[in-house]
C-alpha cells in the first residue's frame, strides 16, 4: 500500500514536498517513483529512484526543480519540488515498479497510490 501526503495550494514559485508511506512491502526490494496525472488526460512520469539510489527522469519540464529522495529504513519516499509553476497543478502519486531498476516508462511502474493534489496558483 502507498499512501501520499503533502499536497496542497502553493503560489507559483513556491515549494512543497510530498511525502509517500510504504506498506505491507519490502521498500528496498522495488524502485519507486512519482507520476502525475490531471483528470481525463495521460499519466505523466516524473521521477524514479531505483534500489541503488540511481534516479530517471522521465519529464523535461521538471528538470533542475524536482528531486526524488527515498528512505528505505522508514519506508518512505519524496518528491521534493521547488519554483513550482501553475502548470504543475495536478494528482500527484507514488509508484512502484515490480523490480529493483526503474522502467523505461512511466508505464513501467505497477501500481501507486491514490494520489496527492497540488494546486499551483496566485
Known amino acids: 500500500q502507498l499512501v501520499e501526503s503533502g499536497g496542497g495550494f502553493v503560489q507559483p514559485e513556491g515549494s512543497l514536498r510530498l511525502s509517500c508511506a510504504a506498506s505491507?512491502?519490502?521498500?528496498?526490494?522495488?524502485?519507486m517513483g512519482w507520476f502525475r496525472q490531471v483528470p481525463g488526460k495521460e499519466r505523466e512520469g516524473l521521477l524514479c529512484?531505483?534500489?541503488?539510489?540511481?534516479?530517471?527522469n522521465y519529464a523535461d519540464s521538471v528538470k533542475g526543480r524536482f528531486t526524488i529522495s527515498r528512505d528505505d529504513a522508514n519506508s518512505m519516499v519524496y518528491l521534493q519540488m521547488n519554483n513550482l509553476k501553475p502548470e504543475d497543478t495536478s494528482v500527484y502519486h507514488c509508484?512502484?515498479?515490480?523490480?529493483?531498476?526503474?522502467?523505461?516508462?512511466?508505464?513501467?511502474?505497477?501500481?501507486w497510490g491514490e494520489g496527492t493534489l497540488v494546486n499551483v496558483s496566485s
Open positions: 509508484a512502484a515498479a515490480p523490480s529493483v531498476r526503474c522502467p523505461s516508462s512511466v508505464y513501467g511502474l505497477s501500481f
Open positions: 505491507e512491502f519490502t521498500l528496498p526490494k522495488y524502485a
Open positions: 529512484m531505483d534500489s541503488s539510489g540511481a534516479t530517471t
